[in-house]
C-alpha cells in the first residue's frame, strides 16, 4: 500500500523529467487503493487532492471524511488536515477549539505542522504559549516553526535563542532573518551553517 501511495504521488505531481507524466485519474486510483489498504497517510494525500479544483471533484465533504479516517487511523498529518478543516469551516462547521485539540492530537504524534498550526492560532493572544508550539515545531524540524520561534525570540530581546532558531530556520532556506539578525561579511548560508 505503501508503494501505491508513492505511484500516486509522482502521477500526481508529474515528474516528467523521470518520464512520468501528470495524471490525475491514475493518481486517485492510487491514493484511493493505498487508503482502502489502509495506509492512512494516503487517505490525507486523497483528501487533499480531491478539491484541488485540478481535474478532480471538489468534494470537500469527502475529503473532509479522509481527513477524518487518517486522523483516526494514525496517520498524524491527517489530524492536521482534519483540524485545518474545522479551522477554516470546511466541509464542518468552523469550530476552533476542535481545530486546536485536532492540531495538539497531530503535534503530540510528532507532525510539526499540526505543532505550528496551534501555534498560529495563539500568535497575538497567547505568545508565549505560541512560542512553545513553535519550538515543538522547531524540534520536529520545522523551518516555519524555527523562523516564527525566533521572531517571538527576538521580540522578546532573547537574542541566543532567537540566533540559534535563525541558524536552523536558514538551513531550512530561512535565509533573510537569520542575516538580519547576524550581519557579515559573506555568503548569509555559509555563515549560518559554520560552528
Known sequence: MRGCREAARLYDWGWSFDGVPR????????HRKACDGGYFLACDDLG???PSGDDVTHDVDAAVALFHKACDGGA?????SYGYAYEKGLGVTADLVTARALYM???DGADY?????????DVGTDDEHALVMFDRAYAL???YGCKRAAAL??????????IERYRHACRKYEQDAYCELVPGNGDCMQRALSP
Open 113 to 121: 505542522q499540526g505543532c505550528d498550526n496551534t501555534a498560529l492560532l
Open 23 to 30: 495524471d490525475v485519474a491514475k493518481a486517485l486510483a492510487l
Open 141 to 143: 524540524d520545522s523551518g
Open 153 to 162: 525570540y527576538r521580540a522578546a530581546h532573547r537574542i541566543p535563542e532567537a
Open 48 to 50: 487533499w487532492l480531491l
Open 105 to 107: 492530537k497531530a503535534c
Open 76 to 80: 498524524m498529518h491527517g489530524c492536521t
